[in-house]
C-alpha cells in the first residue's frame, strides 16, 4: 500500500511539472500533423510534452482508482458507515442562560 501511494505521489509531481513546463501558445484544439523530422523542433516538442503529460495523467487516474479499491478492500464500512455518528442531544447545543 505504501508503495502505491509513492507512486502516486511521484506521478502528481510529475504531472505538475509537465503541465508547468507546456507553453501557452493559443492554439486551443488545433491538431497539428507531426513527423519524427520535427521531433525536436519547438512544435515537436510541444507535442511530446503534450503526449507525456496524457500519458502521466491516465496513469495518475488509473493509480487513483486502484489505490481507491486497495483501500476499500481491507475495510468492511463505506465512508459514510465510518463516520461518527452524532446524537441528537449532541446535535442541538444547549440554550445559552442568561446571567443574573
Same mark, same amino acid.
Given at each position: ?55 502521466? &495523467? ?12 486497495? &483501500? ?29
Amino acid at each position: 500500500m505504501t508503495t502505491l501511494i509513492v507512486i502516486q505521489l511521484v506521478l502528481a509531481l510529475a504531472l505538475v511539472i509537465l503541465v508547468l513546463l507546456q507553453g501557452s501558445d493559443n492554439e486551443g484544439l488545433g491538431l497539428g500533423g507531426g513527423t519524427f523530422g520535427g521531433m525536436m523542433s519547438a512544435r515537436g516538442s510541444a507535442n511530446l510534452l503534450s503526449r507525456l503529460t496524457a500519458l502521466t &495523467a491516465t496513469l495518475f487516474m488509473v493509480m487513483s482508482v486502484v489505490l481507491t479499491i486497495t &483501500a476499500s478492500i481491507g475495510s468492511d464500512k463505506n465512508v459514510l458507515e465510518s463516520l461518527p455518528s452524532l446524537n441528537e442531544e449532541e446535535a442541538l447545543p444547549e440554550e445559552p442562560s442568561i446571567p443574573e
